[in-house]
């Protein structure tokens, strides 16, 4: 027997697994926080690929909702922008001597510098006889990169007399916080303090700069005295509360990334049974055991048995290791109605908005930060667009929800609803 020639489907599968990002709650909160730091603008920042919810349609998003500007770590970052015909201010900050500071140039994109880095970016602009739009950056305490305190009148003098040879254009002063999110640490109130010196220095000098920064999300939300021109803002548009002791609800923000798939396998077992590599978890009694297909290959910390996974509105802890591709949840007595074959297919949320496990529930099982379980979901899972507001709007398979619930544990929110309408 032959077998047919191998064929490509004809359009992408449904994905099995996916990161759902709703990019209404993307707007919300950044209408949300430019409200908050209002006169100052704010920078959506989406390196990263915007933490994990796609750099570019998240920038697309938070643009419509208002922000000013765009900020990446690399230029690289940058570039894709530009290339996806953003034509918004960017900003990108850390570079390597092997950075493309003449594409950054060419594509209008801004660069931050602390030293070497001025001079590179200098070398660019006299080849390409285009001045760069540079941000001189200094170091008010974090110790990473930023001119140093003592060098920054000499450094600040540097950039006038390449900006008075007409090879760049000083456009902003900044820095960047250590412990804003501790709101209680006096090391920001040193920061602060050490910025304002440092910006009165350079417009001593002469600098004639557009905007000065320093806030990242916990210092937009805890130091209105550190909004100065532009806030930086990262996790706060993606809705998660940078405070260990707040949700994002209290502050009013809306998280977006969904993180879903369906049950694969499901079945009866006996007490002792043992669940997954080391057997770390036997069975106390028998039970009910659901296969998740999400695993470390997916961005799920292994070290994160004991995260939740939302089942038919219930909550089940993970069980046994976490493996490269799956994980198990014990259904235990708890368990959901039906045998393990009507099992099979139920959809399994690990994290999402309200009314689902939170972001900082699997940051608190993984020893980590919620920023660091978004920015992690693999390549492997796709990303999936939902925009909760326009559906709502166009009354896509879902009721009239008032805002007002959206708070309410158990009630479902446009997001949810726009979520399960997928
Ligand atoms: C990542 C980053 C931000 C954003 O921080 P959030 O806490 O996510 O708001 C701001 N500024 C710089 C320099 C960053 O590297």
Redesign the pocket.
């Known amino acids: 027997m032959n077998y047919p020639e191998p064929q490509l489907p004809q359009s992408p599968p449904p994905a099995e697994r996916t990161a759902v990002i709703d990019l209404a709650a993307i707007r919300h909160n950044v209408r949300h926080l430019s409200h908050v730091v209002s006169p100052a603008r704010v920078m959506a920042?989406v390196?990263a690929d915007a933490y994990g919810h796609g750099a570019v349609q998240t920038a697309q998003a938070a643009l419509e909702a208002g922000a000013a500007w765009l900020?990446v770590?690399h230029i690289s970052e940058a570039l894709e922008l530009r290339a996806a015909g953003i034509t918004a201010p960017v900003l990108a900050?850390l570079h390597t001597q092997d950075t493309a500071f003449a594409e950054a140039i060419r594509a209008n994109v801004d660069v931050g510098v602390s030293g070497w880095d001025l001079d590179a970016v200098v070398t660019a602009a006299r080849e390409l006889e285009m001045p760069a739009r540079v941000h001189l950056k200094i170091d008010t305490g974090l110790g990473r990169n930023g001119c140093p305190e003592d060098l920054w009148e000499a450094f600040v003098g540097r950039a006038l007399s390449y900006q008075e040879e007409g090879l760049l254009r000083v456009v902003g002063i900044f820095s960047?916080f250590a412990v804003a999110d501790e709101p209680h640490r006096p090391e920001t109130d040193e920061q602060l303090q050490k910025f304002r010196v440092a910006v009165a220095v350079a417009e001593d000098a002469g600098v004639d700069r557009e905007v000065r920064h320093i806030a990242?999300?916990?210092g937009a939300l805890s130091r209105p005295d550190a909004h100065f021109d532009l806030v930086?803002?990262?996790?706060?548009m993606y809705g998660l509360s940078?405070f260990a002791g707040q949700t994002p609800a209290e502050l009013g923000l809306q998280p977006a990334m969904t993180l879903k798939t369906t049950i694969s396998a499901c079945k009866e077992v006996p007490a002792g049974q043992g669940v997954s590599y080391g057997f770390t978890y036997r069975t106390s009694e028998p039970t009910t055991l659901a296969l998740v297909p999400l695993g470390y290959a997916d961005g799920v910390p292994r070290v994160a048995t004991g995260g939740p996974v939302q089942v038919d509105g219930q909550v089940y802890p993970v069980v046994g290791r976490i493996a490269m591709d799956q994980m198990v949840v014990d259904l235990g007595r708890t368990g959901l109605a039906g045998t393990p074959q009507t099992l099979v297919g139920r959809e399994a949320v690990l994290f999402g908005g309200a009314g689902y496990p939170g972001v900082d529930e699997w940051a608190s099982a993984a020893g980590s930060i919620n920023?660091e379980i978004i920015t992690r979901i693999s390549g492997r899972v796709a990303r999936t667009y939902v925009d909760s507001a326009a559906e709502a709007e166009a009354g896509v398979d879902s009721p009239p929800i008032a805002l007002e619930a959206a708070g309410d544990a158990g009630q479902p929110t446009e997001t949810a609803q726009a979520v399960q309408a997928l």
Do not use: F
């Not at 930086?232 to 706060?236: A, F, S, T, W």
């Open positions: 920042v390196k900020g770590a900050w960047h990242n999300t916990p930086r803002i990262g996790l706060g940078p920023y």
